[in-house]
């Protein structure tokens, strides 16, 4: 079982050094492999590819910035006993006529880099959404600040990628040489690297000018998220809210959790994906915030640690030290199942764990819940549905009332229905059961000709509590059937 000390511990954390073309990042990541903890998230702003593509050279001055962070960088680790450290570069080292000499500089302060091809870069971070979303088939577009990786994804594995001179730090000069020249050249390059895609798919989104555009996007259409992984439009919409973004001469507002750097990369980002979307003619997009660094995280796990469901393994972790572990969540999904089948799903178990959970919280701090826990929290593994059930589920388990309407916009109302059942069942079980491993396994919830009834070695076990929360599943059910 996990446990807050060995989800924590650095001593059994793993780092990833991504040196990219606007920023050198370290992530240090704990938790269950599968659904990794970020123990730490820092950042540089060197903007190492902005010099290369106006001169073909890394400058000293970004070259010194980044230079100073990896030395920090490098003591912090080795202080805190950090295991593993990967360094991974990409475009900007990749691209620089002095590249060589920088990734020598880097080895001096005790790095291993591994430079990175545009195929290579391209399929780590297809990788990453793979491992993000399980089931993603499509196109996946990473936007750095030296290049756009496109490869298709599907069955598992990627393939086709390519790398295009397109980054963040490029496009405003291609920009202004005028919008029809901005079209033809981004087709030219498509044309080029042989790249085609077949309508209807869907196209997944990373890099960080794609989430702050996400979140403009968000901000727009006043969505009941914040959260910008698995935000997800299908394609018109996408188009419409990208072609009004990349207005030129624009000032966009302040959007809450973008920085002043990344809101002046949106218009440009948005205006490379209109192009993109008339192009490639997906049919929707999803944006991910799983990318590289997860990419190289989740490419070096064994075959079996890769099938295990992200959104279980995430939650089991994240509720372990409230005391919720396989043994509990197991007996509570025999206890309700016959009843209540969703919960026998993957995504019914989750929703069944992190009810149970709540229970352990403290009474005035469980109200806040379905947001926190449902909406806020980043799960992987998970798409916006989803959250929204995560959420309906705690709002059955801990409070009154059906939930926020805006959540019709994120899921069906049948699927929300199934998940409020979970939610309604595993507070009658909680207070049946005191949640007791010994005493859930005693008794079960039976369904028989419509009705509801607790069954096994229950005299006098169902108080004047349990009976309401019986009675108000048994009329949600019946709801829901007809």
Not at 333 to 350: H, K, L, Q
Not at 392 to 402: D, F, N, P, T, Y
């Amino acid at each position: 079982m996990n446990t807050p000390q060995t989800i924590y511990a650095w001593a059994q954390s793993r780092a990833i050094i991504d040196i990219g073309s606007n920023t050198v990042r370290l992530v240090v990541y704990g938790g269950p492999p599968r659904a990794p903890v970020t123990l730490l998230n820092e950042k540089v702003t060197a903007k190492l590819g902005k010099h290369v593509a106006e001169t073909g050279k890394l400058s000293d001055k970004a070259v010194a910035s980044v230079l100073a962070a990896l030395r920090r960088y490098k003591a912090l680790l080795d202080l805190a006993g950090v295991p593993r450290v990967d360094v991974v570069a990409t475009a900007a080292a990749r691209d620089a006529s002095n590249g060589r000499e920088f990734l020598e500089q880097i080895r001096q302060i005790g790095f291993e880099p591994r430079l990175l091809s545009g195929v290579e870069e391209a399929e780590t971070s297809a990788t990453g959404v793979l491992g993000a979303f399980p089931e993603a088939s499509g196109i996946v577009g990473d936007l750095g600040g030296g290049s756009l990786e496109l490869v298709d994804v599907a069955d598992g594995g990627t393939s086709h990628g390519v790398s295009l001179p397109l980054g963040s730090l490029r496009l405003p000069a291609l920009r202004a040489k005028g919008d029809r020249v901005f079209v033809r050249e981004i087709g030219r390059m498509l044309a080029k690297a042989d790249w085609v895609a077949e309508p209807g798919v869907t196209l997944y989104l990373v890099g960080g000018s794609m989430r702050a555009l996400a979140r403009a996007m968000m901000v727009r259409l006043d969505w009941p998220l914040e959260d910008t992984h698995g935000f997800a439009l299908d394609a018109a919409e996408a188009l419409k809210l990208a072609r009004l973004l990349a207005r030129r001469g624009q000032a966009l507002k302040p959007v809450e959790g973008v920085s002043t750097s990344r809101l002046a990369s949106i218009p440009d980002a948005a205006a490379l994906l209109a192009v993109l979307l008339q192009r490639l003619e997906p049919g929707r997009v999803v944006f991910s915030s799983w990318g590289l660094r997860e990419g190289v995280l989740f490419g070096s796990l064994s075959h079996e640690a890769q099938r295990e469901d992200p959104l279980l393994a995430g939650v089991m972790a994240f509720v372990a030290p409230l005391a919720v572990d396989e043994a509990l969540v197991s007996a509570a999904v025999r206890w309700m199942v016959d009843a209540v089948p969703f919960a026998g799903t993957p995504a019914g178990r989750a929703a069944l764990a992190l009810c149970l959970a709540a229970g352990r919280v403290e009474p005035n701090l469980r109200r806040d819940l379905p947001r926190d826990w449902g909406l806020r929290k980043r799960w992987v593994g998970v798409d916006n549905a989803g959250r929204a059930m995560l959420a309906a589920a705690l709002r059955a388990s801990v409070g009154k009332g059906e939930g926020d309407a805006q959540w019709t916009r994120l899921a069906p109302a049948e699927h929300l229905a199934e998940a409020r059942a979970v939610g309604l069942a595993a507070r009658l079980c909680r207070r049946l059961s005191a949640g007791s491993l010994a005493v859930i396994e005693a008794t079960r919830l039976e369904a028989q000709g419509g009705a509801l009834r607790v069954a096994g070695r229950v005299p006098g076990l169902v108080g004047e509590g349990s009976s309401r929360d019986l009675k108000e599943l048994a009329q949600h059910l019946a709801q829901f059937a007809g």
